[in-house]
Nanobody, 125 residues
Framework: QVVLVQSGGGLVQAGGSLTLSCAAS????????MGWFRQAPGKEREFVAS????????YYENSVKGRFTISRDNSKNTYYLRMNGLKPEDTAVYYC??????????????????WGQGTQVTVSS
């Protein structure tokens, strides 16, 4: 397993942008599928975006397509979620997650085995 440490997040006005980062420990980072999930108050945690181990495929929840971009830098053991055009409904605690590439469905939360500590994103209207 990897240990994930998140950074970024904060308060932004609607229409603004933020970038979340997730740094992973270990030498096997490049073998992991990486994902972002979020949990709004009173709601269940939901899938936001994911990226395969080699960065060749990305997946997005419908409401963030065209606004959010997931990327990874395997040389830095870090991956990112760039969020543009933020809306108040994007307000949530965001979590990064990792799962072994051959055992992880990129869209399935339960397949991910390592989680970051979470970071608050608040979008004001």
């Amino acid at each position: 397993q990897v240990v994930l440490v998140q950074s970024g997040g904060g308060l932004v006005q609607a229409g603004g942008s933020l970038t979340l980062s997730c740094a992973a420990s270990g030498r096997t980072f490049s073998t992991y599928t990486m994902g972002w999930f979020r949990q709004a108050p009173g709601k269940e945690r939901e899938f936001v975006a994911s990226i395969t181990s080699n960065g060749g495929s990305t997946y997005y929840e419908n409401s963030v397509k065209g606004r959010f971009t997931i990327s990874r830098d395997n040389s830095k053991n870090t991956y990112y979620l760039r969020m543009n055009g933020l809306k108040p409904e994007d307000t949530a605690v965001y979590y990064c997650a990792a799962g072994a590439r051959y055992r992880t469905n990129p869209l399935r939360e339960s397949d991910y085995t390592s989680w970051g500590q979470g970071t608050q994103v608040t979008v004001s209207s």
